[in-house]
């Protein structure tokens, strides 16, 4: 069993749709969550980070963690082009393991 | 000010073959990681060093050696290069604290034939 699942899409919205990213882990002692964007042919860039559990908001992006049910979710409002991206999510226990699920890829229709 | 560089950007390897993976970075960071990225397995790590002198495994270790030559420079070597070992290789670092946001190279694109 993966540390990480994370759904791989693709996922295709429209232009100003509400985005819902999700990610479910095993590991009980994760206590750093992230997201990461990536496009294409380019390396991850953090798009937001949250400690323990709770939620997290920056612009457009909210991130939610669920330690209860080892559930961890990325919003993205009124969708971009631009934000047409595979997005990551990561986590861990101390600070030099980290485990990434394996991305969805997201396509956001002009 | 350059962040994270990956030399080279392309590779081509023979089986059996070897190479050096180069990475450097000019953010004054502790902590370096070598990750590889494949297709449906997201971002695996292979080795990370938390500091110069000294270096650990990752999720990944098996076919790999590192180097950290300084507080700089991580470089990832494949002494015998397999077919499983094509992939999109990623550097990272990051400052090793409460508040953990690592920074990653272009990548290295690895095909072994």
């Known amino acids: 069993q993966k540390e990480v699942e994370q759904d791989p899409g693709p996922l295709s919205v429209p232009e100003g749709a509400i985005v819902s990213l999700n990610c479910t882990y095993s590991?009980?002692?994760?206590?750093?969550f992230m997201w990461y964007r990536q496009y294409s042919r380019k390396g991850p860039e953090l798009l937001m980070y949250t400690y323990s559990s709770g939620n997290k908001e920056d612009g457009r992006f909210t991130a939610q963690v669920d330690k209860s049910s080892k559930y961890i979710s990325l919003f993205i409002r009124d969708s971009q082009p631009s934000d047409s991206a595979t997005y990551l999510c990561?986590?861990?226990?101390?600070?030099?393991?980290?485990?990434f699920g394996s991305g969805t890829k997201l396509n956001v229709k002009p | 000010n350059a962040g994270v560089t990956q030399t080279p950007k392309f590779q081509v390897l023979k089986t059996g073959q070897s190479m050096t993976l180069q990475c450097a970075q000019d953010m004054n960071h502790n902590s370096m990681y070598w990750y590889r990225q494949d297709p449906g397995m997201g971002l695996r790590l292979i080795y990370y060093?938390?500091?110069?002198?000294?270096?650990d495994k990752g999720e990944v270790p098996n076919g790999y050696n590192v180097s950290r030559l300084n507080k700089r420079e991580f470089s990832l070597r494949l002494e015998s290069a397999a077919p499983s070992q094509t992939s999109v290789y990623f550097c990272a670092t990051d400052r090793t604290g409460d508040y953990n946001e690592q920074f990653f190279g272009p990548g290295t694109r690895l095909t072994v034939l």
């Open positions: 590991n009980s002692a994760f206590q750093y």
């Open positions: 990561a986590m861990g226990y101390n600070f030099n393991k980290f485990y």
């Open positions: 060093s938390a500091s110069e002198g000294t270096t």
